[in-house]
Each structure stands twice: as structure tokens, then as C-alpha cells.
């Protein structure tokens, strides 16, 4: 099982609000791969990150067709990269 998360902060000048940003990411949970997508607003001052985005997928291969599929690729050059101005991405594997 992967976890991939990405935390992130908006641009203050996005050309999106808010929420028509959310809910355009929220159509990535529709990609037949993903489980247990979740947006979530950052909650401590320790982070500079305000927002996330996470999921789950059962194997490698399921990531690796998140990642080509071309409702993601979308996202990211017509969404993403106008509407964010910094992240980081972390993908997680249990280990116990």
C-alpha cells in the first residue's frame, strides 16, 4: 500500500478561488486507482504548508497509473502549476 500526500500552499493571486481549486482536485479521486482521497487544511503554525491532498493506492503499478493518467496530467499543467506556489510531494509504504 502507497500513501501519497502532497502539502501545499496557494498563490495569493490564483486565478481559482478556493474552492473552485478543491473541487476541480477533488475529481482525481474518480481515477479508478485512488482510495481514500482526502483534502485537508493544515492545522499547526510548525508547518508553512496550508493545505493537502492525500490518497492510497494498493500497489506500485496502481501509482504509476495515477500518475500517467491523463485526468492527472491535466490537473497538474492546467490546475496545479497556475494555482500553487509551493509544495511538497511525499509517498509513504508501511513498513509495520
Known amino acids: 500500500m502507497i500513501t501519497h500526500g502532497v502539502v501545499f500552499t496557494l498563490k495569493t493571486d490564483s486565478p481559482l478561488s478556493r474552492e473552485e481549486f478543491f473541487a476541480k482536485a477533488l475529481k482525481l479521486k474518480k481515477i479508478e486507482t485512488v482510495s481514500k482521497f482526502k483534502i485537508v487544511r493544515e492545522t499547526s503554525p510548525k ?28 490537473f497538474v499543467q492546467n490546475i496545479w502549476i497556475p494555482n500553487v506556489e509551493d509544495f511538497m510531494e511525499i509517498d509513504f509504504e508501511k513498513i509495520l
Request: overall charge negative; aromatic content about 24%.
Open 47 to 74: 508547518n508553512k504548508f496550508e493545505f493537502g491532498l492525500f490518497m492510497k493506492f494498493k500497489s506500485p503499478k496502481e501509482y504509476e497509473y495515477y500518475n500517467n493518467h491523463p485526468d492527472h496530467l491535466d
